[in-house]
């Protein structure tokens, strides 16, 4: 094998929990361990991902098709959900963990306003303004938890 294919299966050994869940093993409690059919191994899958992932394109498909408006305030309270969620936890401290059923419930809802939204940005020019003033308000409100969390 040649010093690249060496190093290339040495990443991947390395990195390969990370492929569905991009926990470390001491927060697996946050993961959907999903078992494998055949194997007597079970698939680690982050429970928020879980949710977020068809959210989007659930979120997308309908705003294409028309089912679901493309609607910034819409934008605005679906993924407030996860900010509550993620407060809550924060708040509660180690005492409380929350469970995974409602990160994947809450991470659904962040990826149907991620879905929404992507649709606003790229096919409705008049909605992009307060689409990207949502996505703005949004960052600053993760950065705000981020820092109080890691203070």
């Known amino acids: ?10 990443g991947l050994r390395a990195t390969g929990q990370y492929v569905l869940s991009h926990h470390e093993r001491e927060d697996w409690d946050r993961c959907h361990a999903v078992p494998v059919p055949g194997f007597d191994a079970r698939v680690r899958l982050c429970a928020r991902c879980s949710g977020v992932y ?3 394109a659930a979120g997308a498909l309908g705003a294409l098709w028309g089912v679901v408006p493309v609607a910034p305030l819409l934008v605005a309270l679906l993924p407030a959900a996860t900010v509550v969620e993620r407060l809550a936890e924060t708040a509660r401290g180690p005492a409380y963990d929350g469970t995974n059923w409602g990160r994947t419930a809450t991470g659904a809802l962040l990826g149907v306003g991620y ?4 649709v606003g940005l790229l096919l409705r020019p008049a909605t992009r303004g307060w689409l990207l003033a949502v996505g703005a308000a949004y960052v600053l409100v993760a950065a705000a938890l981020l820092w109080v969390e890691r203070t």
């Open 115 to 118: 879905g929404i939204g992507l």
């Open 1 to 10: 094998m040649s010093a690249l294919g060496s190093e290339l299966a040495a």
């Open 54 to 56: 068809p959210g989007i």
